[in-house]
């Protein structure tokens, strides 16, 4: 929500749009229609001349359904409803489309939830659009087994508040209401990084859905033990494969590294000292996301390899929700070698 134009609304709209309650309906068969009035993402009793105005996706995910069962907080449908398309948009009246269930292109930056559908193996396996990870289960490697099958948001989830008790919405916190156009402070979760509680980073426009060097997401990286980072946010759960989350003694602190380290400066000697033009491949964290010297540069010895240099959060089409084939030999080769440039 990087200018917060969506969801900006004064006292004074609340009261007008109160008296036009009602007139304007959600679209079916796609995420929500763009106007902004209240009813385009609530319905006050899911009744409009006797029928359900709620709307979820079908179990064949071919499309959706009228839902006659009322959605918390009032609203026309779920998380899935509305950030998903049967259409080959990816953003949809400035929705972000994070599950796309027909032909496709252009997958935003946390790539999308449709490649789980095709291979357990390509990403998380949320409730609603997979049934729990065959071999994974409940267990996030690299963590300890949790009570229940991952959820967009709350204690199973990666946005908003992740407290025990927290549920998808009880768990978001207002964040689709909140302005962020002076940018992520943390202090909320709608002042997170993408509603990712605490999170800090700089919110590319359309979500790299043009997926370009010149204007992309900056996420912050840290060598210290900071909470900010969206490896931390990994780490929460998958804890060992941090480099200070699970302690020395699971990652190392130098090389010989025993894990592949994350939160740690690429060094500006040797091979990582060429990986200066910024790369979508495998990109970089940054200190301070808000003082990028170039959006399209690196800076070795300044720069942080996280989680995200080699994952999509969602999914992707490739084996454990990498940013390129590792199961080729060129590709592998290839996507590593954007820090290990002498192994190119
Ligand atoms: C009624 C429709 C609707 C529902 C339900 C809904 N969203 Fe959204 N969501 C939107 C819209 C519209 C935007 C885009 C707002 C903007 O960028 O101004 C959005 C944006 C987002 C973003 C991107 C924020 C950013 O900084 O770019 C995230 C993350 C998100 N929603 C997560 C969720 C989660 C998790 C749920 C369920 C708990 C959920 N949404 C439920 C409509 C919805
Ligand atoms: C584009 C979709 C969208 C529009 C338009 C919208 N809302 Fe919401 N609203 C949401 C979503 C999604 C949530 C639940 C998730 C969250 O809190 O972020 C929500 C939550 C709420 C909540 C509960 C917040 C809480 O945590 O207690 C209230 C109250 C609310 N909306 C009122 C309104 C009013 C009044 C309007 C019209 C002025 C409006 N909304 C317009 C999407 C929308
Ligand atoms: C709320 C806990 C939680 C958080 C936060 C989380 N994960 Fe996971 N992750 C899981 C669980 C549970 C599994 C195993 C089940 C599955 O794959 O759906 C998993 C599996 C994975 C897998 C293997 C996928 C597969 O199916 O083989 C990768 C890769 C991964 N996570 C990366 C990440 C990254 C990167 C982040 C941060 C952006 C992250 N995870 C954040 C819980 C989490
Ligand atoms: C975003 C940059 C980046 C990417 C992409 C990356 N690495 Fe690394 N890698 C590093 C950094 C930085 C180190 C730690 C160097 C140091 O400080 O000793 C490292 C360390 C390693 C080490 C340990 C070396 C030692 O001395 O212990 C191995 C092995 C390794 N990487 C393999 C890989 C492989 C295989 C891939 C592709 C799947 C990969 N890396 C992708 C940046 C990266
Ligand atoms: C340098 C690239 C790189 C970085 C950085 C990286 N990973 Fe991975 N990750 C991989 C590769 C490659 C695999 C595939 C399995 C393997 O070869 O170990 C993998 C596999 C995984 C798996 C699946 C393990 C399993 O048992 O199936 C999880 C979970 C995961 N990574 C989470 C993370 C998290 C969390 C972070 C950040 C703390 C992270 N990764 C950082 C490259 C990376």
Redesign the pocket.
């Known amino acids: 929500m990087v200018n917060g134009r969506y969801l900006n609304f004064s006292l004074y709209r609340i009261i007008f749009i109160v008296f036009l309650w009602g007139f304007v309906l959600p679209g079916q068969g796609q995420a929500v229609v763009s106007s902004g009035t209240c009813s385009d993402c609530h319905t006050i009793h899911n009744s409009q001349g006797g029928a359900a105005v709620a709307f979820k996706m079908n179990a064949s995910y071919t499309g959706y359904d009228t839902d006659a069962t009322p959605n918390e907080m009032l609203l026309v449908s779920d998380c899935i409803g509305c950030h998903s398309s049967t259409g080959s948009a990816t953003i949809v009246d400035n929705v972000p489309i994070v599950f796309s269930t027909g032909a496709f292109s252009n997958p935003l930056a946390g790539g999308n939830f449709s490649y789980v559908r095709t291979d357990d193996?390509y990403g998380h396996n949320v409730t609603g659009i997979k049934a729990q990870d065959g071999?994974?289960g409940l267990t996030?490697?690299?963590g300890s087994a949790m009570t229940s099958q991952l959820t967009c948001a709350g204690e199973f989830g990666c946005h908003g508040d992740r407290t025990s008790g927290k549920t998808n919405f009880s768990g978001m916190n207002k964040s689709h209401h909140i302005d962020d156009s002076g940018g992520t402070t943390g202090a909320s979760t709608g002042l997170s990084y993408r509603f990712l509680d605490g999170v800090l980073g700089k919110e590319d426009a359309d979500w790299e859905q043009d997926n370009v060097n010149t204007s992309h997401n900056e996420y912050k990286g840290s060598t210290g033990s900071s909470t900010e980072t969206v490896?931390y946010l990994?780490?929460q759960?998958?804890n060992d494969?941090?480099?200070w989350?699970g302690g020395p003694l699971e990652v190392g602190t130098a090389s010989p590294w025993l894990r592949?380290?994350?939160?740690v400066a690429l060094k500006n000697t040797g091979e990582y000292a060429n990986y200066t033009t910024y790369s979508m491949t495998?990109p970089v964290a940054r200190p301070n996301p808000d003082a990028v010297p170039s959006t399209s540069q690196v800076t070795p010895g300044t720069d942080i390899?996280?989680?995200l240099?080699?994952?999509r959060s969602h999914g992707s089409p490739y084996?454990?929700a990498?940013r390129w084939d590792?199961k080729t030999l060129g590709t592998a080769v290839s996507g590593?070698g954007v820090?290990h440039t002498s192994k190119n």
């Open positions: 193996t071999t994974l996030p490697p690299g490896s990994c780490a759960c998958h494969f941090h480099t989350e592949h380290p994350t939160d495998a390899v996280m989680c240099s080699c994952h084996y454990k990498m590792i590593c820090c």
